[in-house]
């Protein structure tokens, strides 16, 4: 089974969990689209649901398949969102942003009762951080939201390169108009604590670290999808 088929395997698990007149919340990424397109099939074979997107991207991809959209002002409370991540522990605890989306996501998340992560096998690690951690930023001040980052970050004892993210020459900028620095801390034992630190410095916008949100998870490898709770 190669990495296509085992997202398609996760995002088939995850739309067992779609039920008629659901609300949803539609991630971002590649693992995501495969639900997408799933979900697009169900549509037009009769089930109700109304989707908010997490990216612009996810947005264009429902439109074009014709999956029903709503904005969160619309539907400000949902039912479920089904989302990829970027690394998830035995915790649920995840990184997320390789897309950009990280914002976004997070606050479609955090409106949503249910929270379904759906990824291939190679994203469970036992220490979350061999990802870079994406870290949204607000363009002003950039040089000292850097500085902030770098020092909260030593008082846990982590260091590593804090990459701005590029798109071709230019920085590369999200939905809501910021950037991202990709910190690569190599391994971070206490998320709880870096997410505290990043949230205190005033030009993090937000960071990929989503911690206690996921109600479970949907985890493919060769031999099928397994769900896994949190431990
Ligand atoms: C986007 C995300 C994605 O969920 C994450 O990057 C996983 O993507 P993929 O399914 O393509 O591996 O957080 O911001």
Redesign the pocket.
Known sequence: MDAREM?VKAAEAALAHVEDGMRLGI??????EEFVRLLAEKVHGGIRVEGVPTSERTARLCVELGIPLKSLEELPELDLTI????ELDANLTLI???????LR?KIVAAASGQMIVIADETKLVDTLGRFPLPIEVNPFGLAATRIAIERAAEKLGLSGDLKLRMSGNDNFMTDGGHYILDASFGRIPDAEALSGELNSIPGVVEHGLFIHMASFAIIAGPAGARTLKAK
Request: hydrophobic fraction near 20%; aromatic fraction near 0%; glycine fraction near 36%.
């Open positions: 997202k991630g971002t990424g590649s693992t995501a989302d990829g991540a970027d997320k942003g390789g897309g950009g989306a990280l996501e």
